[in-house]
């Protein structure tokens, strides 16, 4: 440990602060973070009140606060809890940190929870992936079988029992600017979807499936082969689990392939289709790039899904390109790009990838956008938050790459009572949690009157560093998820919006005007909650800026909003 002994910090002089009191005092707003040490040792980072540096940070790190230990209580207690509630909600812990971060190692893992996790799995049987290779099974089950050419019979051995070695003979299973959309949501007939890949045992349910794996003790189980032969003759069950016992007139032997141990096989499952086979496809996409689950609520029925949305590509991240020549635009040259060498971005006035960034309080002072990994909220109309690139050399730990990283909530997409489909996530969001990007097939503005018909709901113009009322230069995009997007394209409007959108570049620079639009949690938001934008944001700036006696005049091409929120403007603009 004495490699990664932290060097002694230097000694803060206070010699440019101002506004303590006749003891040359300042008051201690409180406890705002914590690191661990390699030794177990905390230390605290502590805010000021009336004291900053000359470059605007007011907080310094401390083993103790001797004369407020009430705030370091308070900071542990709310610490503690809200490492219980991740505890709660998910037993999963990140394990891998940069080489050049070891030191953080003891933070990391107390930041997730580590501690906690460690004792609620402790009581916990082992049934790791089951539902994934459930899933899989369905998806390969008309695959031949090695042994007798019909639907292979998989198997599957409860995690952490001991076997024998399985002989060749037993196969092993391996201004949202909607601005020109047909609705002010999404179009009840061709956007809406929802339901749980955990819930898709095809031959039994999670309950029983679970009840019979860990009921299982120990057996030795005959060939797949032998199974579904003695399936033909009259068994019709999906699983078996039964003994070999060779008979005193058989020459059989206790076969070299039985496996010792819980097993079952899982056999002649149904093919996944219709919603079920959309919500795998979904989710194989979103785990490939490191997201959480994609759900589709039960709600929500094969009959519901039109036919193009069986063809749709679910992109987690990432912008489609029909264009080559916009593409060639995107992908701008390493040279091109501005980026920070440091090794944990801590100020923005210090990073270089943050030169461009018009970010700043208000003594003009280089802010970054996030804090605590939350968005600030600190962002001037037509500003675009530069978050770092793939050329900076700070980690993927970085307080500086929020929307550049994997959501890590799962998102449910369901059937709303009148605005068709519509996206919520099942658990608790706190404000300035930031859950994904707007992701399609960039083109033109000007070549968004070209598209059919039905694709214009689902266009997103990338207007986030236009200002209302001024001449915004520059070329102007947009980006369509009719066949190609996430689950961003289901968010509804709503006039009083769970969420806020705002523009990002980390894929490339700003010059080029197709940053990233970034969905943020505009406050806390229950589990649960349908997730809402609005989509013509100028409308809800030009009614606060009335004085309440005159009556916004409608558009004649206006839709009818249905939101229901209280203070619901009645329409939207198309």
Known sequence: MDMWKRSPSPEESWSDAEGGNENGEWPIKGVVGEEVDPDGTSRYEVRWGNWSRKDGTNTTWQTDITDRSDLVNSWKKAQGHKRNALAQDSLDIEVSWPDDAVHKRFTFLRAQAYEEKKRKRLDKPSAADWDKEIELACRHADEP???DGNAASRLRVRRGTPRSTPSSDIPRSSSFKHTRGPTPSNPPSSSKRGASAKKSS?????????????????????????????????????????????????????????????????????????????????????????????????????????????????????????????????????????SCRCTTCQRASQCDCQTESEITNERGHKLFAYYDGLFAFCIPQGVEVIECNKYCRCSSLCGNRVAQKPRNVPIEIFKTKQCGWGARCIVALPKGKVLGIYTGT???????????????????????????????????????????????????????????????VFDTIREVHMPYVAFVAARDIPAGEELTIDYEPSAAEEMAESTGKQKQKMSPTALLCKCSAKRCRGWIKQ
């Open 145 to 147: 079988d090695a042994e």
């Open 202 to 338: 095809p031959s039994i349910g999670d309950g029983a499936f679970r009840s019979l794996m860990f009921k299982l003790s120990s057996s030795t189980v005959e060939s797949p082969a032998d199974i579904y032969k003695g399936d033909k003759e009259g068994s019709k069950n999906f699983i078996k689990n039964r003994p070999v016992k060779p008979g005193p007139d058989s020459n059989s032997k206790p076969a070299s392939s039985a496996v010792k141990g819980d097993v079952i096989f899982v056999r002649n499952m149904k093919t996944l289709r219709g919603r079920a086979l959309l919500q795998s496809n979904w989710n194989q996409a979103a785990h490939d790039a490191g997201a959480a689950d994609i759900r589709i609520s039960n709600e929500i029925v094969d009959d519901d899904i039109e036919q193009h949305l069986h063809k749709f590509k679910y992109m987690e991240r990432s912008y489609h390109f029909d264009n080559d020549g916009l593409q060639s635009i995107f992908d701008v040259d390493s040279g091109a790009f501005l």
């Open 442 to 504: 960039l083109l033109r503005r000007e070549d968004v009157d070209n598209l059919p018909p039905e694709h214009i709901g689902y266009v997103f113009d990338l207007d986030g560093t236009e200002v209302r009322g001024q001449h915004n230069a520059g070329d102007k995009f947009s980006v369509d998820s009719y066949d190609c997007g996430n689950w961003t394209r289901f968010v509804n409007h709503s006039c009083s919006p769970s969420m806020k959108v705002y523009s990002v």
